[in-house]
């Protein structure tokens, strides 16, 4: 439990399809033991898991709060993607008795923290040059959803705006593809990238391959992790390769589309799951395979972000900021 006199500290909350995760920070600094995680489904709403976190910590008179959702952000309301809460800047406020209020999407948040998380925190995929701390970057989340936010330095500070990237057509380059295509649209309405790159979408290309092979069957992700390490699943295997390979495609594409040469950072817990298999199921080969600009894609590097908080250090100093104007 925080001591300390009024608007002291800041609240964060990070809050995800399945869990949120809610700290309090001092100025920029997250502090670690108050840092916590909710299951979502336990709670009817964000207010009253802020309400039971605060109660927690003795009901401190916070100064800002900050909160990132998975979601799209408009007129600082977020309407979460993956879940049925709506959130707005007066019930954060109410929640949080705080005069100054930010409502992000999860995405932005971890734009904002990039330089501020400690050098083990990230995790070299692939190499390349160092293009200088003003470059352009690139954030992809990987996890119970699918989105990138693109990170800017301008004169007038960090510039992250907000995407909806999961909710685009898939790429498609071969038959498989094209297949996988008509499957996802004839049982789920349309085929986004977010309904194969993601915790769901991994059962839903099992499923599909499995019923290609003849033996329909559902398997969970940590499943298809487990079987594919095994090697007793050809099918675990493939759907990871299929997987890695789209990925790979993806992150290419948005490459292409915001010119990351400061780099692209991986966050989440799918991307942290599917790391050991980037490099031996061609990842690398995949983002890269554009014809005659394969070569300029190798100035991209890419690295996977390994802080389960990095989104409460990007609210932590994107409040700051918007506390010290």
Known sequence: M??????????LADIGGTNTRVALARGTELLPDTIRKYRNADYPGLETVLSTFLAEEGNPDCAGACVAAAGP?????????????????????????AETVAVLNDLQAQGHALGHLAPEA??????????GPQAAKLVIGLGTGFNCAPVYET??????????????????RTEAELELCRELENVHGFPSVEEVLSGRGLVHTYAWLARRAGNPR????????????????????????????????????????????????????????????LGPL??????????????????????????????????????AARLAR
């Open 2 to 11: 925080v001591t300390g006199p009024a608007d002291t500290y800041s609240l």
């Open 73 to 97: 952000v408009r007129d600082g309301v977020a309407t979460l993607t993956n879940l049925d809460w709506t959130i707005d800047g007066e019930t954060v406020a109410r929640a949080a008795h």
């Open 122 to 131: 990230l995790t070299t995929i692939l190499d390349g040059p160092d293009a």
């Open 155 to 172: 004169p007038g500070g960090r510039y992250v705006p907000p995407a909806e990237a999961g909710h685009a057509n898939l790429p498609i």
């Open 218 to 277: 559902e398997v969970t992700s940590a499943g298809i992790f487990a079987a594919a390490e095994s090697g007793s699943d050809p099918v675990a295997e493939e759907t990871l390769r299929l997987f890695v390979k789209m990925f790979g495609t993806v992150t290419g594409n948005l490459s292409l589309i915001h010119l990351p040469f400061g780099g692209i950072f991986l966050i989440g817990g799918m991307a942290r799951a599917v790391t050991p298999w």
């Open 282 to 319: 061609g990842y690398g080969e995949a983002m890269r395979d554009k014809g005659r600009f394969s070569g300029f894609m190798k100035n991209f590097p890419v690295y996977v972000i390994e802080d389960d908080y990095a989104a409460l250090t990007g609210c932590a100093h994107h409040l």
